[in-house]
Structure formats: C-alpha cells, structure tokens
Antibody
Framework: QVQLQESGPGLVKPSETLSLTCTVSGGSVSSDSYYWSWIRQTPEKGLEWIGYIYNSGFTNYNPSLKSRVTISIDTSKNQFSLEVRSVTAADTAVYYC?????????WGQGTLVTVSS | IVVTQSPATLSVSPGERATLSCRASQSVSTNLAWYQQKPGQAPRLLIYGVSTRATGVPATFSGSGSGTEFTLTISTLQSADFAVYYCQQYSNWPGTFGQGTKVEIK
C-alpha cells in the first residue's frame, strides 16, 4: 500500500523560499504508471493544485504559481520535492503531496506551512 | 474550468439519504472525481470517472452525471460519513476543485 509523507519547515519568513519533501513508501516514484503531485489548501481559496512531476523529470505547473514554483524528483531516495520562492502570507497553507493519474490517490497527511516574520 | 458545489452545507439525519451537486463551467466529459475530507485529515478519493468507486469505498456512495452536471449520493448516512466532500475536474489542466459541501448531522 503506497503511503506518502510530507516533511519540511513549518515556518518560513516572507520573501524566502518554502521547501518541502514528500517521501514515498510502499511504491516507487520511478513507476511509469503515475505522476507525483503537490496540492495546497487554505480556508480562503480551498484546494489548489500546484503541479506535478513524472519520473523522467517532466513537470507541469499551475499557471497561477508557475513563475515561483519548482518540483523535482530524486528516484534514489524515492522522494519528490517542492520549492516555492518569494513567499508571502498568501502562501500560508496546508501542503499535501499525492500520487496522480488523472485523480489524486493516495494523499499524504499534509503539513501546515506558515509564512510569517 | 470553475467547479461549483451546492449546497455549501447539508444537514442530514443518520440513516437518511444525502445528495450533493457539482457543476462545471464547461463540459468535463466524465473526468470528475469526488473526495471526502474529515477534520485534520487529508482528502480521500471516493469516486473517479464520475461513478467508479475507489478501493474500499462502500456501495452506499454513488456518483452520476456527465458534461457539466454531477451528483454524489450517499444512500444511507452513517456516522463516519459526516465530512466535507469535494468534487474535482481533471479534464483540463490545472484540475480544479469545488469549494466543498459539508455534510453535518441534523
């Protein structure tokens, strides 16, 4: 059974870079059958899909965030990662990683990231 | 594509039927999923392809619709079913979510 777990700092200062890692167990990020995705959730905007990556390194980003976001993959560690640059308070959210093949399943438990000085 | 769910809150007694609606601003064909989220937890996939239940999802959950109008029906509400439900279209990138319907105990 595939499980995903997010990790990273819970507090980031404005203008800095938010960095999160998703560790996959019970499955492989090298799988040809799936993509690997990041989603965030806020009370104001709800669920927002950030982007996804394939084992080849192919990525696709939400146009609303594309200029500030990078998703990368490390097949040797069975992990994929998210960077959001130049963060503001609007980037405060619960960040989820998830396996993706049209629909999202399963999801990690989520991690709250607060942007504050 | 904008996805709109109604109602925002649905008050239902245990054992009763709940009907949740989801509307897309343009046709998404059958590229629609439903998720359940409980407080403090991640969303959980319930249904994909409009009507296919995910592994382990009880038959009390059913989905229907096509194009722009979709419905999630919970035939007999159990205590574990009181949660927030989201629909999501994956016809166009980026996939977009509705704002959710909270199913609460009446």
């Amino acid at each position: 059974q595939v499980q995903l777990q997010e990790s990273g700092p819970g507090l980031v200062k404005p203008s800095e870079t938010l960095s999160l890692t998703c560790t996959v167990s019970g499955g492989s990020v090298s799988s040809d059958s799936y993509y690997w995705s990041w989603i965030r959730q806020t009370p104001e905007k709800g669920l927002e899909w950030i982007g996804y990556i394939y084992n080849s390194g192919f990525t696709n980003y939400n146009p609303s965030l594309k200029s500030r976001v990078t998703i990368s993959i490390d097949t040797s560690k069975n992990q994929f990662s998210l960077e959001v640059r130049s963060v503001t308070a609007a980037d405060t959210a619960v960040y989820y990683c998830a396996r993706f093949w049209d629909w999202l399943d399963p999801w990690g438990q989520g991690t709250l990231v607060t942007v504050s000085s | 594509i904008v996805v709109t769910q109604s109602p925002a809150t649905l008050s239902v007694s245990p054992g009763e039927r709940a009907t949740l609606s989801c509307r897309a601003s343009q046709s998404v064909s059958t590229n629609l999923a439903w998720y359940q989220q409980k407080p403090g937890q991640a969303p959980r996939l319930l249904i994909y392809g409009v009507s296919t239940r995910a592994t382990g999802v009880p038959a009390t959950f059913s989905g229907s619709g096509s194009g722009t109008e979709f419905t999630l029906t919970i035939s007999t509400l159990q205590s574990a079913d009181f949660a927030v439900y989201y629909c999501q279209q994956y016809s166009n990138w980026p996939g977009t979510f509705g704002q959710g319907t909270k199913v609460e105990i009446k």
